[in-house]
């Protein structure tokens, strides 16, 4: 028998008060990565309560860290780490666990990394951070689905990516701050995660240049120290409450969010019909609940996110008349168009260009989650759907959304969490 948690979903309430934004997923993995490349004690505050965490916590554990959790503080000992390995059983749960391979592999000379499969919507290589570390001197193979590296001394390269992607950017500038001369990161990503990630290896001692820049120069240093560190908000977080807030006719208060990393999300829902205003670390998102039609584009920071890309079609299907979304960094990534579709949503899709032609209503369906932004994507729609949506396979969305169904109904909606027999 398989039981797994789903949420039921009346839709229909508007969406108000305040909500707390937590710290960013894709923050805090590279950073709970970069503290094996010094032995010592590490604090790390602001840490969101996710599964990806939680799976993140395992693998270093596994290495031979301790990690203590109290809270949103998790206390990280890496004095102890012995086994240079992550294995297939946590990576194929989190493709993140690849951060562990650049850490590893230039402070322990050694690192065997099960190579992360595809996703439920496509490929996912990871031949850039490979290429990167070859180039940096270190031997690798490709070994019954493992990644073994092997190095005596990572050497500083000049890596032009052919693409921004954000995980090589985080492994070499890991791997990079420890080797032997000066690394060039040329059309490096400058995702806001990727610039707090440099900014906690420069706390550590790292000498690197260029943060926040799609050009890095690192200078390799023989060792670096502890250091503690407060996590960024998590920018996909906000940009989803916003959404909700919007298509449900609400007035949220995003506290403790960056409107700096949510421009692009900011201007699209402005030029949709929400009222959009800003004080601080506080956005407030106010909207009558009626949705014009916006086309996106997805793009690298600081263009619009393809981790908000889900959530905006379903915002869409509800507009006012037709919209263009079109993915460029993940083609594959429209497993939610068929759920989608299960709430009477029109949506036409031609390789990585989906049409959306906004609905009057949307109503109620079974449906299931097949992704972390998919699933946030029908949690959404079923809010303003007429009737029950039931949401199964709901595991993704606890990967990357700190207790949603709560902080969701402190906002008034209607959304509770079931186990469910899948299998008997
Ligand atoms: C990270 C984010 C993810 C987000 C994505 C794009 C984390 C933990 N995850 O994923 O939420 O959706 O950035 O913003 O931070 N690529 C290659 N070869 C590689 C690596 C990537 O071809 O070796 C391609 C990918 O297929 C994709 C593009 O580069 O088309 C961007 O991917 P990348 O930025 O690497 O994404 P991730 O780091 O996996």
Not at 5 to 27: C, E, H, P, T, Y
Not at 314 to 342: K, N, Q, W
């Amino acid at each position: 028998m398989i039981k797994m948690d789903k949420f039921i979903i009346n839709g229909g309430n508007q969406l108000n008060g305040s909500v707390r934004i937590g710290g960013a997923k894709n923050a805090v993995l590279p950073i709970m990565a970069c503290t094996l490349l010094a032995d010592g004690t590490y604090s790390i505050t602001n840490v969101p309560d996710l599964r990806d965490v939680r799976t993140m916590k395992k693998l270093l554990e596994s290495i031979g860290a301790g990690v203590e959790t109290d809270g949103g503080t998790l206390t990280v000992n890496t004095r102890n780490c012995v086994n240079y390995e992550a294995p297939y059983d946590l990576v194929k749960t989190m493709r993140a666990s690849i951060y562990v391979l650049g850490p590893l592999i230039s402070r322990f000379g050694y690192a065997k990394v099960s190579l992360p499969g595809g996703c439920a919507w496509g490929p996912r290589p990871v031949n850039l951070h490979i290429e990167g570390l070859r180039k940096m001197g270190a031997r690798i193979a490709i070994e019954n689905g493992y990644i073994i590296a092997r190095a005596d001394t990572l050497k500083g390269a000049h890596i032009s990516f052919d693409l921004p992607s954000v995980g090589a950017t985080g492994n070499l500038m890991m791997a990079a701050a420890l080797a032997e001369g000066t690394t060039v990161l040329e059309n490096a990503a400058r995702e806001p995660e990727i610039t707090a990630t440099a900014q906690f290896l420069t706390s550590m001692g790292a000498r690197i240049e260029g943060t926040g820049t799609d050009h890095l120069v690192i200078r390799g240093v023989p060792s670096l120290h502890p250091a503690d560190t407060l996590i960024i908000p998590d920018r996909i977080e906000a940009g989803t409450f916003m959404v909700a807030a919007h298509m449900t006719g609400g007035e949220v208060v995003l506290e403790h969010a960056e409107p700096a990393h949510l421009a692009a999300v900011i201007d699209k829902i402005e030029e949709s019909g929400a009222r959009v205003t800003i004080e601080d670390r506080r956005i407030t998102v106010a909207s009558d609940g009626v949705v014009s039609p916006v086309n996106i584009t997805t793009a690298v920071y600081p263009g619009f996110p393809t981790d908000m890309q889900a959530q905006w079609m379903s915002l869409m299907s509800v507009a006012g008349g037709s919209s263009v979304l079109t993915d460029t960094i993940y083609p594959d990534r429209f497993t939610h168009v068929a759920e989608l579709r299960r709430f009477g949503a029109d949506i036409t899709l031609d390789h990585n260009v989906a049409i959306v032609k906004g609905v009057a209503a949307l109503s109620g369906a079974p449906v299931m989650s097949t992704d972390l932004r998919a699933s946030a994507s029908l949690i959404i729609a079923g809010l303003v759907a007429r009737g029950q949506t039931d949401v199964s396979r709901i595991y993704h969305i606890d990967r990357g959304y700190e207790h949603i169904e709560k902080k969701l109904g402190a906002l008034g909606a209607d959304i509770r969490r079931e186990l469910e027999t899948l299998i008997t």
